[in-house]
């Protein structure tokens, strides 16, 4: 609180995997955060829209699986047109993530300054949880954290724990890249390599009203140590 004006706002995240819950908690979060007078915007990542990087991509997310083999599935489609997104590389993809952040990073810096508690949908931990769960030879978990240290840490991080019997009940995948099971379990063990002291366990399983109660308390929570001081810390440094 040694800073003149208005108290900082809060970074709360969203991490899980997919169909966990993120985006319908993330924006009843929101709406309850402002019905109690704390000023607090929706932000995601990839930021699709607004950014250099989200036009490639979003080309790269909605292209189909190219092969059934779950690594094979997630990389680039070796019969994609060249130069398009959808052929990227894993490399290049992960770099753009990366980069989609980067390009986000000082408005968020400033919103936070501003007195305004962001609540995110999906972060870096995305990032790294998601291109290492691809065992690219070379992309190892170090290679994949490496170009976003540095960023703006979150406050608290929501892991939005969901069994994968659960997740299978919220309905089929769709088209897009990462839409396959065996997929989604290399994912959800890559997430567990990353998870740090950020990190708070969300029983997601539950009914949304139930979860959301769970989320607005830890969310409360870091609005109140933020506005106490809680200093703006650098990811992963
Ligand atoms: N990605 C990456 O590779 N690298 C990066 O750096 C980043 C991301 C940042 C796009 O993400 C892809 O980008 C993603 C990771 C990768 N890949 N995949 N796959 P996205 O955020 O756009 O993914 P999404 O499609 O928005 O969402 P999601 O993660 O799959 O779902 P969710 O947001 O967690 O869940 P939801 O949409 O809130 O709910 C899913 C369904 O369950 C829906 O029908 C709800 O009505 C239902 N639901 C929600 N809560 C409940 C409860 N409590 N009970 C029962 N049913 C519920
Ligand atoms: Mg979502």
Redesign the pocket.
Known sequence: PAMAGAPRGAFILFE?V???????QAARLVEALKAQGTPAELW???DRKGTVTGKAIDDY?SAPAPAAAAGAAASAGANAAPGSAAGLSDQAIHLL?SANRWEKSAALVDALRRGVTLVV???AY??AA??SAKRTPGCGLAWCKAPDAGLPAPDVTLW?ALPPEAAAA??GFGQ?R??NAAFQEQVRAAFASVRDASWVDVD?S???DE?AAEVLREAVDAVRRCREGQPILALWD
């Open positions: 899980g997919d169909r966990s819950g993120k985006s319908t995601r990542f990839p997310l993530f949908d999906r972060y995305s990032g998601y291109t939005m919220r309905g897009e990462y839409e997601a539950k009914g949304v979860v």
